[in-house]
């Protein structure tokens, strides 16, 4: 990916993530290494993860939202440093019921919070998907 279209989703601060979060990272980890990342969201917004990648890193992305893994696989496709889990992370390997907020950072699997944000317009499907654990992982 060219640095013209990286460069389009940096924020203000310079970086990826909501705060500052990649760019005091970036003072204290080695130049190289293997990073998870879970509820990842997008490959470049809100991501406290993408300037590893771009350093050179290798990495795992870990999300239950369709949308957002479909994203992650589009960007990484070609990337065979970076592997991709499409899953949620919890205390049992099963299936859960899942509120998919389609392309937003608000999936969850808690129906009251689903219906919080909901109310505010945030539209959500009903799906089940995978919950494994971290041993799993």
């Not at 640095?3 to 389009?8: E, K, L, P, Y």
């Not at 019921?97 to 919080?116: G, H, K, L, P, R």
Request: net charge negative; hydrophobic share 30%.
């Amino acid at each position: 990916m060219s640095s013209d279209v990286t460069n389009t989703f940096r924020n203000s601060h310079g970086g990826y993530s909501q705060q500052t979060e990649d760019l005091e990272l970036q003072k204290i980890l080695p130049k190289s290494g293997y990073f998870l990342e879970i509820g990842s969201y997008c490959p470049y917004t809100f991501s406290n993860t993408r300037f590893l990648v771009e350093r050179g890193w290798k990495g795992c992305y870990v999300d239950g939202c369709s949308y957002a893994i479909s994203r992650f696989i589009d960007v990484y496709k070609d990337n065979n440093d970076i592997s991709i889990v499409h899953a949620l992370i919890g205390d049992k390997d099963d299936f859960v019921e899942f509120y998919n907020s389609i392309a937003d950072a608000v999936s969850t699997t808690d129906q009251n919070f689903m219906n919080m944000w909901k109310s505010g317009g945030h539209p959500f499907k009903k799906m089940y998907t995978s919950m494994i654990t971290f041993k799993t992982l």
